[in-house]
């Protein structure tokens, strides 16, 4: 028998059973009802505490925070919410900023002391900032890659078909270390659908890698985006590897057309992610996960050029998500939990994530009697280990 690192004894699942876990090499290797006698290296005795899976951060930019930096005013839109506006502004404020890597760690470190041990973070990979950012992402993954795994998306903040250069150098980004490739708005920035997907599939099917598309086109626009995205993913067989960020559309349309659009999401096996906006319509995701959609959750913008909110907790996603969605019931509160933890790992096909035999020991003892009230509580007291190591505690990086 396979010796036994650490035991974790009493925890609390969230149905209420207590049980212990037994961690080996970074893994669980076993959890049985509790007060089975075990020989461990350590045992630590979680008292009762509720145990739930480490979160999933499913979108976010270590590139464009300014968390840990100084506090930098909002610049307000001159009429009207507008991409390309944003992406101005944006690069006018990333040019008086901190370092990008001391700015990309304060906010991974951030993340890691709510809870989240996972992550997909879209650094810029366009004609305005070439590779730069994304090998100063890469460093800063590679110096925490023993707390947090990240996956990076090439991700083409200012368009593919209007920078110059772009479409050689998200292709180049894998060579580095990219792992996922990005999009955005192939019709209301490109203002080419077909040539704009033709990129990032191309991309996507000579490099093996998953599409992750930032879409915020609105009304039937988007719907059109998310149909070609759909035919191109069943036409390739992607089925499980594509995912659409934010999909605003499918929260502007009649509902019989956001019915006819989960529906087909399901058939294509495309996620959506949602950070539950404030001011914007977004994806029901109520209706979505009915239809059997895969819907994911992430804090995206936290203290950038997009909005001065933020605070890296996706277990405070959830209670955002839930809110917006008037979701009251337990198992709705359950719903908004499962799209922070368990959805981001089926949309980021994380197969070794959750409470399980086999998985890697990644989870949270948090001050709460049960996942509903967790959501509405949002209680600051948790313990995170990452493969059954201690990393943070009450928000603080050990």
């Avoid at 049985?32 to 509720?50: K, Q, V």
């Avoid at 499962?338 to 001050?367: E, K, N, S």
Wanted: hydrophobic letters at 45%; charged letters at 20%; aromatic letters at 6%.
């Amino acid at each position: 028998m396979t010796a036994i690192d650490t035991l974790f004894t009493s925890a609390k699942f969230a149905d209420g059973t207590l049980h212990d876990i037994a961690v080996t090499t970074g893994r669980i290797s076993a959890i049985t009802p509790s007060g089975g006698a075990s020989a461990a290296a350590e045992t630590i005795d979680l008292a009762g505490t509720l145990v739930i899976p480490s979160f999933v951060e499913g979108h976010i930019h270590l590139d464009t925070s300014f968390y840990g930096d100084v506090w930098r005013p909002h610049v307000p839109y001159s009429n009207g919410f507008n991409v390309q506006e944003r992406v101005a502004i944006q690069a006018d404020n990333m040019a008086k900023a901190a370092p990008m890597a001391e700015r990309a760690k304060s906010q991974l470190e951030l993340c890691l002391g709510h809870g989240s041990t996972r992550m997909r973070s879209h650094v810029m990979v366009d004609g305005s900032v070439g590779l730069k950012s994304l090998e100063t992402i890469l460093a800063v993954r590679e110096a925490h890659r023993d707390v947090i795994d990240i996956q990076l998306v090439a991700f083409p903040q200012s368009g593919i078909l209007r920078s110059a250069g772009t479409p050689d150098l998200l292709d180049a980004a894998f060579d580095l270390g990219a792992d996922v490739i990005g999009g955005l708005d192939p019709g209301g920035f490109d203002r080419d659908v077909e040539k704009h997907l033709d990129v990032v599939f191309g991309i996507a099917g000579r490099r093996g890698v998953d599409v992750d598309i930032h879409l915020h086109d609105p009304s039937m626009l988007g719907i059109f985006e998310i149909e070609q995205i759909c035919a191109r993913t069943q036409a390739l067989g992607m089925q499980g590897h594509v995912a659409i960020s934010h999909a605003y559309s499918l929260g502007d349309v009649a509902a019989d057309v956001v019915q006819r659009t989960a529906e087909l999401l399901a058939r294509s096996g495309v996620a959506i992610m949602t950070n539950a906006p404030g001011a914007r319509p977004f994806p029901p995701v109520k209706l979505l996960r009915a239809a059997g959609v895969t819907v994911f959750g992430g804090c995206d913008n936290i203290r950038d050029s997009w909005w001065p909110y933020g605070d890296g907790d996706m277990l405070g996603r959830a209670m955002m998500i839930g809110y917006r969605s008037g979701f009251n019931t337990d198992e709705d509160l359950t719903l908004a939990f499962d799209i922070v933890t368990a959805g981001g790992a089926r949309a980021l096909r994380l197969d070794d994530h959750g409470l399980r035999v086999g998985a890697r020991a990644d989870f949270v003892a948090i001050d709460a009697p049960h996942v509903p009230q967790a959501v509405v509580d949002l209680p600051k007291r948790r313990a995170v280990y990452k493969n059954g190591r201690l990393v943070a505690r009450d928000g603080v990086i050990l």
